[in-house]
């Protein structure tokens, strides 16, 4: 064969192999998209950002909606979104920074860097703030809007909650504590440690701020869904600078991928600090599962690291499969829909990552959620008997309930205010699980909402009859005899 033949030869196959790579990316990015437009449509989500990194290369960054429905503004490469505890990722991040360094050690007590401590807080370890094994109070669950004074002397009269080190408990003021010995440590602000630390210097790309009625900058709004109302109304809730080191990262999606890359490429840690911030925290009670700062999640196909922040937020690093996925929201009607979009992207991106039972269920909620409840009770018979084997444990992999995919979802209905199809959801359950006392003792609890006490009743008895220890039951027959009497 002459060169030039072989040079053409190269050439063509190089083409294919180009092509074929280009046709496989464009479609799982259709895929992708497709199921994105689901969700938006399903969950009624206002705005979405989400971006996809494989094998070091961002293979999907796309941005959908509104970012204020309010303002009407657009989601863009330049809105920040608040990801409220992801914060956590940064902050654990930078505290291995001082670890290289040899500024810090995990196993310092916290006294070693504080002061005016009480005594029996002297000898909680650093390590146990970043895994919230430290039994401390938490200043966030009765904090209101009271002084940063009032709430220290208020946690430090407290008693522990648990012996430290014994169980995980999550817990804010573990990252108060944090952000004080950080600053105390490089004499400067969390802020402006972290964002010179592991940021381009001078960005407007991240801003630290827990106030979200502060609308000065371009910041999406986080929506909440009012039942009542059939509608989002815009938070507004202020948070304090002592709420920085536990979600105070405004930042835009493009600016969080490339902090992912400077982690990847070793530019923030070095591997051996990566592997120890990433190795599990030996609790007490030999229960309990959490990294050094990092959530753990499992997956079928893999295992991931990250954190998720105010229900609308995810970032995952599956760092055996060499996948990182970001996912922002700014608000949902039914459930928080961050985890089920990273589990699905992660199964289109990745075929060992594919969990059919996750897909499945997807299809079933998108059936009821989105088509009148007649339409989705075909569409749901049509899904089951299209999937013979799912509620059969096959190779390993989680079955389906079918009975619980539908017991969920008529709770999920009932809460959104719209009884009569939750009532129907859970009378097809019933239907179809005959023998099963949670089933009915579900539709007794629909048709109490509905106020029809008298099939009401008639239905907790038949639970009853198939589980004599069912004491909700016996509760809810009790109670609707009483309103019955009266």
Known sequence: MTTTKLTLLLSSLLFIF??????????????????????????????????????????YEEYFGKSDLETNATVSENTLFPVYSITKLMVSTGVFQLIEQHKISLEDDISKHL??????????KIKNLLTHSSGLPDFYVTEGNTSDADIWSRLTNEEMHFETGNQFEYNQTNYWLLAQIIEKVTGTSLDEFIINNQFQKGTADIIFSSDLS?????RASRHEFDNEKG?????????????????GVNITLRELIEWNSRLDKNKLLSDEQKNNMWTPFEFGNKRDAFLHGWHTYSLKGGNAYGFTGGSQTGFRKFVQNDLTIIIFTNGYKYFSPHNDIINRVAGIIDENLRDEKAIIQ????????TNNIEEAIEKYHLIKANNPEAETQIEGRSSLSYESTLNALGYLVLQKNKVKDAIKILELNAAENPKSANCFDSLGEAYYADNQLSLSKQTFEKSLALNPENNNAKRMIDLIEQQTNN
């Not at 502060?214 to 371009?218: A, L, P």
């Not at 109304?233 to 202020?238: A, D, P, Q, V, W």
């Open 362 to 369: 997807h299809e079933i909620l998108a059936a009821f959620l």
């Open 18 to 59: 180009s092509c074929e790579g280009n046709r496989k990316e464009n479609d799982f990015k259709k895929e992708i998209e497709t199921y994105l437009q689901e969700q938006i449509q399903m969950q009624q989500i206002p705005g979405l950002a989400l971006g996809v990194i494989k094998n070091g290369k961002v293979v």
């Open 231 to 247: 509608g989002y109304n815009i938070s507004k809730i202020y948070g304090g600078k002592r709420y920085h080191a536990a979600n």
């Open 214 to 218: 502060d609308n000065s900058f371009n």
């Open 115 to 124: 002061e005016n401590l009480p005594e029996h807080w002297k000898h909680i």
